[in-house]
């Protein structure tokens, strides 16, 4: 199981947002280059990138900074945040990124989701948010009807080949992974799934660990590292477990 720190970018700044809310942001460094070389160096095997600006908008909007994260880095990086198109997504795999995440995308338009996923596919992931058991879209701000268990089935049926399962109760939290979800989500589809969301703790490393035989692929985390609350090399040692 990998840990995967996060990298959330707006406004040009690496920033972490309370639930997702643009209201409630701290700001942990000014440099999101820095940052990403500083994860790797502390053993990270995978980087998780959110333009958060992009998300906002519809459009990514921290095309520069992506670019220069990826030229610093050696190891594989994931974004997401205003991939709403086949040719946005290219755009973004064109700037040396392995993986894009589509969510709000593929929520509104099912054919795109199913283009996305035969066309990219391992290099696209399913951004799958969820609200008390519902999907949430349009960077976390509005919450809809589609129970997120269904709509993981229906996305797997069109051929998502991972989830990244986030708790945006969780989210910013530190109050601990949603295991109870995230367990649902794993026994109900057979692809990777990728938690997020409310880490906290060695102990919310070790027991998603315990959900690897159920598909946990990894787990990402980001508050938890920036405030000391989770020491990324002790995380990645219990993962390695």
């Known amino acids: ?6 990298v959330d970018i707006r406004g040009g700044k690496c920033v972490r947002l309370l639930q997702g809310k643009f209201d409630q942001e701290t700001v942990f460094a000014d440099d999101p280059i820095e940052t990403a070389v500083y994860w790797q160096s502390l053993g990270a095997e995978r980087l998780h990138v959110v333009d958060l600006d992009g998300a906002k908008t519809g459009q990514p909007q921290n ?12 190891i594989p990086v ?10 946005t997504a290219r ?20 054919d795109l989701a199913r283009t996305m996923f035969q066309t990219l596919g391992e290099q696209v992931i399913l951004g799958l948010d969820a609200s008390g058991g519902f999907v ?20 797997e049926k069109l051929g998502a080949t991972r989830i990244i399962h986030t ?20 026994r109900a589809v057979s692809i990777p799934i990728i938690a997020s969301g409310g ?33 990324l090399r002790d995380a990645i040692s219990a993962a390695r477990k």
Request: hydrophobic letters at 50%; glycine letters at 10%; aromatic letters at 2%.
């Open 1 to 6: 199981m990998q840990v995967i720190p996060a």
């Open 91 to 110: 755009l973004m795999l064109d700037l040396g990124v392995e993986r894009v995440v589509i969510g709000t995308s593929a929520v509104l338009d099912r």
């Open 78 to 87: 994931q974004i997401g945040g205003g991939i709403r198109s086949v040719e």
């Open 136 to 155: 949430a879209t349009h960077a976390w701000q509005e919450i809809s009807d589609i129970p997120a268990v269904d709509f993981a089935l229906e996305m």
């Open 199 to 231: 880490v906290t703790s060695i102990e919310d490393i070790r027991a998603l660990k315990k959900l690897e035989r159920l598909g946990i692929e990894g787990v990402i985390t980001g508050k938890a590292l920036y405030t000391g609350s989770l020491d």
């Open 63 to 74: 095309l520069k900074v992506v670019a220069h994260i990826v030229d610093k880095l050696d």
């Open 167 to 186: 708790d945006i109760g969780r989210d910013g939290m530190l109050a601990g992974v949603n295991l109870d979800a995230m367990e649902s989500m794993a």
